[in-house]
């Protein structure tokens, strides 16, 4: 199943206890989080959506979605900064 940022935003349900974003995309719930995509460290942490390189949907790290900026006035863009702001 191919998997786009809109789909996700159109599908998001909120987060899961461990601030991971969740929607509902064709009937499958898909976990994922943006990601500020791999660091000089190895590391590929979790971010706000404005500092994000690649969205990862978890448990199939293989692939990654590009962050587009035609989505920034989505309205689950907003609801998901308010969640992430912990």
Known sequence: MKITEKALLDGYTGMN??????SMVRGKRIIWNYRTGRQNDGYNPTCERERAGEITI?????????????????????????????
């Open 17 to 22: 206890g461990n601030f991971e974003n969740v």
């Open 58 to 86: 978890e448990g199939d790290r293989v692939s990654s979605l590009l962050v587009h900026s035609r989505w920034n006035s989505h309205p689950s863009v907003a609801r998901i900064a308010e969640g992430f702001a912990f």
